[in-house]
């Protein structure tokens, strides 16, 4: 089975299965696990905050970011197909409280400026206060496409400005600074606070990390402890995570390889629409010409090839750990076999 679903499938290298059987524990609640604190300082180093905590998930991440920058009542901005609007489950408003107001995402990921500024509340008794602008980098439903350290220093600029934070949903960071070729600490240089996750292309079973200034660390794990994100010996995870920091990341390349590998193939299939051109990273997301997405589905499946529908008559492959290009290529030959039956 060619699984392309998602970079989440990836199962622990053996590497990180030992670094778990071997890993120094302690208990968290108490804030004397060895193995996480080496991690959070590692994890707040890297990406050039002062402080990191460690969560179980990216979703719990973005919620304990925005509560700890947002009040109840307070609004914050995202783009309309974001991650935390869109797959979130509404927990800023359900759980915060907190009012999402939704600016258009552009094919390439970003937020136009001039639409960002003109969300922005004026500071009036009123209306609700703009405390915070979340970007997402990479952006999952724009193709893994990347974020560069200059648009985002404008944004944050806008933000910092007019009284708001910024946040940066940062899951697939490390994807983006591979592609750019930059160190990850300058894609976060401006944020006040970013998330990325151990469990996409890092290839780690479980976790994800708020990075951020000390006090506001300091709040998100108050608010993911309120949320039961606190965790006892945890280093068990965070011994993992160590190994996918060290191991997992220059290696994204080869992912970023495939995925042009597989969108120039998908380029060549009758039935099929992409521009290759778009694709940077490891998500591939392409139409399907006058096909039910749905049996489609059902047909690769049948094959030995996962895909995910993420809307529309959009099909989503994504390449990761243990996909090799002859993968690659069977893929394609599968996706060719389908799209030529009628």
Not at 98 to 120: H, K, M
Not at 135 to 143: A, F, G, I, K, M
Request: with cysteine; hydrophobic share 40%.
């Amino acid at each position: 089975m060619i699984d392309l679903r998602s970079d989440t499938v990836t199962h622990p290298t053996q590497a990180m299965l030992d670094a778990m059987v071997k890993a120094e524990l302690g208990d968290d609640g108490w804030g004397d696990d060895p193995t996480l604190n080496l991690l959070q300082e590692t994890a707040a180093d890297l990406l050039g905050k002062e402080s990191a905590v460690f969560v179980p998930s990216g979703t719990m991440g973005n919620l304990a970011s925005v509560m700890a920058h947002c009040q109840r009542g307070d609004e914050m901005i995202v783009g309309d197909q974001s991650h935390l609007y869109v797959y979130e489950y509404g927990s800023p408003s359900a759980l915060g409280g907190i009012s999402v107001r939704q600016v258009p995402v552009e094919d390439d990921g970003t937020l136009d400026i001039n639409l960002i500024e003109d969300a922005i509340r004026p500071n009036l008794a009123r209306y609700p206060s703009t405390r915070l602008i979340c970007l997402e980098n990479t952006h999952n439903r724009c193709s893994g496409s990347v974020l560069t350290p200059g648009y985002t220093d404008s944004v944050a600029d806008i933000a910092h400005r007019s009284g708001a934070s910024l946040h940066i949903d940062g899951a697939r960071i490390f994807n983006a600074a591979v592609y750019l070729g930059v160190p990850v600490k300058d894609l976060a240089r401006s944020a006040d606070s970013i998330t990325f996750c151990f469990s996409k292309g890092l290839c780690c079973p479980i976790g994800s990390m708020i990075c951020g200034s000390r006090e506001f660390v300091d709040r998100a794990r108050q608010i993911r402890n309120s949320l039961g994100g606190g965790m006892r010996q945890v280093g068990l995870l965070a011994s993992a995570a160590m190994v996918g920091l060290n191991t997992m990341v220059d290696r994204l390349a080869e992912d970023h390889s495939n995925a042009s590998r597989l969108a120039s193939g998908l380029n060549e299939i009758n039935g099929v629409f992409i521009d290759p051109t778009r694709i940077q990273t490891n998500i591939v997301i392409f139409d399907l010409i006058n096909r039910d997405v749905s049996g489609f589905l059902q047909e690769i499946g049948k094959l030995d090839l996962l895909a995910s529908h993420p809307y529309g008559t959009k099909v989503r492959m994504v390449t990761h750990h243990g996909v090799t290009a002859e993968d690659i290529d069977e893929a394609l030959d599968i996706v060719g076999v389908v799209c030529s039956r009628r």
